[in-house]
C-alpha cells in the first residue's frame, strides 16, 4: 500500500492518528476536571471552598474547554473521509459533535467560572448576604448538573453517528463499531434516565473503554484499507 506523503493512504493514516490523540486528550482533561473540582463542589459550603481553592476551579473550566476543543477537531478531522460514505451523516455529526458539542462544553466552563465570581462576593458580604448568595450558586450547580445531562445526550446522538459511519464504511473492525453504538445507546439511556431521577453511571462505563481501545487502536494501526466511495453528487 502506499503511504507516501500527500497520497491518500498516507493523509488518512495522518488523520487516524491524530483522531486517537484528540480522543485520549478530550478524555483525559474531562476527567481531570472531574478530578480537580470534585473535592470542592462537594464540600458542604462550597462557596467558601471554592473562593479559598479558585485555581482550581479556573484550571477545571479550562480542562472542560480543552476537552470541548479536542473532541470538536474530531468531526473536522473525519469529515472529508466520512462524506465519501454518507454525506448526510457526515453533516450531522460535525453540528452534534463540532458545534452544539462544543457550546454545552464552554456553558459548562463558564459555570464554574461564574462560582469563582460567586465565592468572591459571597466571602466579601458575610453573613448577612448569605443566603442569597447559596441561592444563586445553588441555580447555578442546578444549571450546570442540567448542562452536563444534555452535554450526555448531544453526545450519545453524535457516537451514534460516528459508529455508524464506521460500521457503513468497515474503517474500523466491525466488532469495534458494533461495540461503540452499543455503548452509545446506554450512554444516552443514563441522562434520559437521570432526568426522571434515575442516576445510573455505570451506563457511561462501555463506550469510555471502547473510546480508549478505538483511539489506541488508530494511532497504531490507522484505519481498515476500505473501498472509498466516490464524492457526492
Known amino acids: 500500500m502506499n ?3 500527500g497520497s491518500p493512504q498516507g493523509t488518512n493514516r495522518k488523520t487516524a492518528i491524530v483522531v486517537g490523540v484528540l480522543f485520549i486528550i478530550g478524555t483525559a482533561a474531562g476527567a481531570l476536571s472531574g478530578l480537580v ?17 479558585e485555581s482550581q476551579m479556573i484550571t477545571g473550566a479550562l480542562l472542560v474547554m480543552l476537552m470541548g476543543l479536542a473532541l470538536a477537531m474530531v468531526p473536522v478531522m473525519m469529515f472529508p ?11 450531522g455529526y460535525v453540528v452534534f459533535r463540532g458545534a452544539l458539542e462544543t457550546i454545552t462544553y464552554l456553558l459548562w466552563a463558564i459555570s464554574f467560572l461564574l462560582l469563582v465570581t460567586l465565592g468572591r462576593e459571597y466571602m466579601t458580604a458575610g453573613a448577612p448576604g448569605a443566603s442569597h448568595f447559596q441561592t444563586l450558586s445553588t441555580l447555578i450547580l442546578a444549571a450546570g ?31 469495534l463499531s458494533i461495540w461503540g453504538l452499543i455503548g452509545a445507546v446506554l ?8 432526568m426522571f431521577g434515575s442516576e445510573l453511571e455505570i451506563l457511561f462505563g462501555l463506550l469510555f473503554l471502547q473510546e480508549m481501545v478505538m483511539a489506541v487502536w488508530l494511532i497504531v494501526k490507522g484505519f481498515q484499507p476500505a473501498p472509498i466511495a466516490a464524492e457526492p453528487a
Open 145 to 175: 448538573k442540567w448542562n452536563g445531562q444534555v452535554v450526555s445526550i448531544v453526545f450519545s446522538l453524535g457516537a451514534l453517528m460516528f459508529y455508524s459511519m464506521f460500521y457503513q464504511s468497515k474503517l474500523l473492525p466491525r466488532w
Open 81 to 91: 473521509i466520512f462524506k465519501k460514505y454518507n454525506n448526510t451523516l457526515a453533516l
Open 37 to 53: 473540582t470534585g473535592p470542592v463542589l462537594g464540600e458542604p459550603d462550597y462557596l467558601a471552598r471554592v473562593s479559598a481553592n
Open 187 to 194: 450512554y444516552l439511556a443514563e441522562p434520559l434516565l437521570a
Open 3 to 5: 503511504t507516501t506523503k
